[in-house]
């Protein structure tokens, strides 16, 4: 299995502008996970999935945040429109049900709005 | 409120000597415990685990601690090791075996010199 599959790897964008970042997850995997890390919060969740039904989104900061997951092997996170504050690692995370060692994340996608 | 915290940003250690890693938690609730592992441009991997039933958890170099009363756990490598320079993630969540909620801290970097 290749992992879970983030891109884009880095993202350079202009203040105002809408992103749209990507993931596929371990096939099998229910649950789907999007983080953002930075280094006043660490590893903060965002909202997450399971079998392609959004069940807690309390974690996205504003409005201009967006998740959606289409089917079972693709999800998006979209800003828009994208602010100087947005930039951080984007890391999205797959598990199954029964996986008492958590979760496999992707590399993320280093996102920085200029 | 950060409810996992690792106040420690960083930890510098020789190599074969002990390093000790440490994460407090305010969430009572908690009663599964995780540290991931993560190198620069990677994605974090999971490291080792515990649940509150232990006091302790082994897996080679690596050991978990937990202390219920003082709701601290601490991650103890030994001996340390050049390729263990990486960021260490403490986590926790409600529940044990599901892909519930993991809360994270904002990680601790460790260095390991020869």
């Known amino acids: 299995d290749a992992g879970v599959i983030q891109s884009p790897r880095h993202e350079v964008t202009e203040m105002g502008q809408e992103v749209t970042l990507r993931c596929k997850p371990i096939?099998?995997?229910?649950?789907l996970f999007w983080y953002r890390q930075t280094m006043m919060r660490g590893l903060e969740l965002l909202i997450y999935f399971n079998n392609n039904v959004p069940i807690d989104d309390s974690g996205m900061p504003e409005d201009r945040f967006s998740a959606k997951m289409p089917n079972a092997s693709f999800s998006t996170l979209k800003i828009q429109p994208s602010e100087p504050r947005d930039s951080a690692v984007y890391f999205c995370?797959?598990?199954?049900?029964?996986?008492?060692?958590?979760?496999?994340f992707g590399s993320g996608t280093r996102l920085t709005v200029v | 409120d950060q409810q996992v915290k690792q106040n420690s940003p960083s930890l510098s250690v020789q190599e074969g000597r002990i390093s000790i890693l440490n994460c407090d938690y305010t969430n009572s609730m908690f009663d599964y415990f995780l540290w991931y592992k993560k190198y620069p441009a990677e994605g974090p991997t999971f490291l080792i685990s515990i649940s509150s039933i232990k006091d302790k958890n082994e897996d080679g170099r690596f050991t978990v601690f937990l202390n219920k009363s003082a709701k601290h756990l601490s991650l103890h490598i030994v001996p340390s090791q050049p390729g263990d320079s990486a960021v260490y993630f403490c986590a926790a969540s409600v529940g044990t075996g599901t892909a519930s909620k993991l809360t994270f801290g904002t990680g601790t970097r460790l260095q390991v010199t020869l």
């Open positions: 995370a797959s598990s199954f049900l029964a996986a008492p060692r958590g979760y496999t």
């Open positions: 096939s099998g995997h229910d649950y």
